[in-house]
């Protein structure tokens, strides 16, 4: 079993940044791919920002050149900058990890962006 809990969610106004963290525990040997998920009110959950055990990453097109995932092997953590948020980006993020055939989910963490 792998435990994800987020952190670094809360309300900013348009413009403004955030950093989202992820801290992986349990067994979290090959751990390859970790990643962001977010779900806004009355929509489906979508894929944000993914990253590699090696450092490939993929963005979704809403967010590239706004969003950074990178992550600490040796620190099992995981992390998203978010920066030029928009009223848009208002959703749970959820930090997500795959090892195996398994995947992870943390609780999410809620951002809001705010006009």
């Known amino acids: 079993q792998v435990q994800l809990v987020e952190s670094g969610g809360g309300l900013v106004q348009a413009g403004g940044s955030l950093r989202l963290s992820c801290a992986a525990s349990g067994s979290t040997l090959s751990i390859n791919r970790m990643g962001w998920y977010r779900q806004a009110s009355g929509k489906q959950r979508e894929l944000v920002a993914a990253i590699s055990d090696v450092g490939m990453t993929n963005y979704a097109d809403s967010v590239k050149g706004r969003f950074t995932i990178f992550r600490e092997n040796d620190k099992n953590m995981v992390y998203l900058r978010m920066n030029s948020l928009k009223p848009e980006d208002t959703a749970v993020y959820y930090c997500?990890?795959?090892?195996?055939?398994?995947?992870?989910w943390g609780q999410g963490t809620q951002v809001t962006v705010s006009s």
């Open positions: 997500t990890a795959s090892r195996s055939v398994y995947n992870y």
